[in-house]
């Protein structure tokens, strides 16, 4: 039985307490990176610079999404006029939004990851990692993969229709 609201998956067992602690980690984690990060870069460079990079960053990284959202919007729009199934094109603009998110946060760190993840030359790598997570979580979602048992959502009983 799940609580009210939550998703019958999510956070159980080992896994969910992995993904918690995981999760604590990043969040702890990343912004001590990121301020150490910028103190490293504020010795080099100085202060004023350092500042002015960050905010240069972010202005590049608004334009970048700019761009590159719209044409994933206008690829997504194409896919669905001409009738196939655009995956391709729904995963680029999850993967703009997410590169977005992280290049407007401030901080060096989170600005190189979100340019690796929008970028149009490193995004097919990005997009085969989210294709093999999204996968992943759909075939454990259901306690096994194509052809091993398991298969298929859980508590289904097969039957026949007789009238």
Known sequence: MTRPGATPYAGRGRRGRLVRRLLVVVLVLVPLVEVATIVLVGRTIGGWPTVLLLLL????????????GARAWGALREALRSGRMPARELADGVLVLVGGV??????????????????PWTRPIARIWL????ARRLFG???????????????????????
Request: proline share 9%; aromatic share 6%.
């Open 102 to 119: 992280l290049l407007l946060v401030p901080g060096f760190v989170t600005d190189v990851l979100g340019l690796l993840v929008i970028l």
């Open 57 to 68: 960053t972010s202005v590049l990284g608004a334009w970048v999404i700019r761009k590159e």
């Open 131 to 134: 294709e093999a997570v999204v």
């Open 141 to 163: 979602a259901f306690g096994g993969g194509p052809g091993r048992p398991g298969d298929g959502p859980p508590d289904v009983v097969q039957g026949q229709i007789v009238d």
